[in-house]
């Protein structure tokens, strides 16, 4: 049965409390139980925008071929069902002033035949290309992956046939409780496999890549320059995209990261 519409006045209602939820989870009890609730077998990652990565610099591949995008475009083209929802959680339950809060996650498989139709709606492949097309437009950015939360809140199952789209803001993501949550949970929301934020000798220390721009406060400045934490960057590119002396570069090690992608998500959830 779908999970009836008043779980989203909950939320919105709730929403503000994640943080305080993401700390309990740091006592290991609760963090044990809440871990194998809602993230059991998750595994996600950011997708940093297109432009943010130099053809033909970092990847030695041909130009056009290493677009992040393209791991979201093959599995809404793979995928057997399509849904869009009408609004994001996140935003609506934040009253999002900077981005738009109709542009709703992508769920793609089988489970999304279990989602309540007053969420949203489901869409032909070309239809959610669009969506995530205008979600990039937006300046929103890709989460993709098995979220078993989602399974969990929009009561659609099976969980290892549901895969999560989210569209998110620096603003209003759920995912700014990375900081505080349990480290074992925070591990399973990762930047894409082989990729590297760093910040060169160009930064002269202006500070705009840390006021609002990292969700997850991963830069600070110290001693006139940027400084990224690595083991809390997820490697969305923001920073990349704001920086004035394009001082932040975003790296990647493996020429066949695309491939390698889809196959790690093909391995946690089934979308056709």
């Known amino acids: 049965m779908a999970a009836p519409f008043w779980i989203k006045y909950l939320i919105n209602k709730t ?29 996600i990652f950011y997708l940093p925008k297109d432009k943010t990565i130099p053809v033909n610099e970092a990847v030695d ?14 599995f809404i083209r793979q995928a057997s069902y399509r849904w869009i929802m009408d609004f994001c959680i996140c935003r609506d339950s934040t009253h999002c002033k900077d981005y ?13 035949k279990e989602i309540n139709p007053r969420f949203g709606r489901i869409v032909t492949a070309e239809e959610a290309l669009v969506h995530a097309r ?19 809140w929009l009561n659609a199952g099976p969980g290892e046939k549901l895969m999560t789209i989210c569209n998110c803001c620096p603003c209003c993501c759920l995912w700014k409780i990375l900081p505080d949550i349990n480290p074992e949970i ?12 760093t910040v060169t000798d160009q930064c002269i220390g202006c500070g705009k ?37 394009q001082a932040i570069q975003i790296t990647l090690e493996d020429n066949e990261y695309i491939s390698r992608s ?11």
């Open 15 to 43: 929403f503000s409390q994640r943080f305080f939820w993401a700390r309990l989870t740091n006592y290991p009890v609760i963090g044990k139980m809440v871990d194998y609730a809602l993230f059991d077998g998750d595994d």
């Open 61 to 74: 591949t041909p130009e056009g071929m290493m677009a992040p995008s393209q791991i979201v475009e093959h």
């Open 100 to 112: 738009p809060t109709d542009l709703g996650c992508i769920f793609l498989g089988e489970a999304v």
């Open 134 to 152: 205008k979600c990039r437009e937006a300046g929103l950015v890709h989460l993709i992956g098995k979220n078993k939360l989602d399974s969990v």
């Open 186 to 197: 925070s591990a399973k929301i990762n930047r894409l496999p082989g990729l590297t934020v």
């Open 209 to 245: 890549c840390t006021k609002e721009v990292c969700f997850v406060n991963a830069i600070t400045l110290e001693e006139k320059q940027a400084i990224i934490n690595q083991n809390m960057c997820r490697g969305c590119g923001r920073c990349v995209d704001v920086c004035p002396n």
């Open 262 to 272: 889809i196959q790690r998500l093909k391995n946690a959830v089934d979308v056709t």
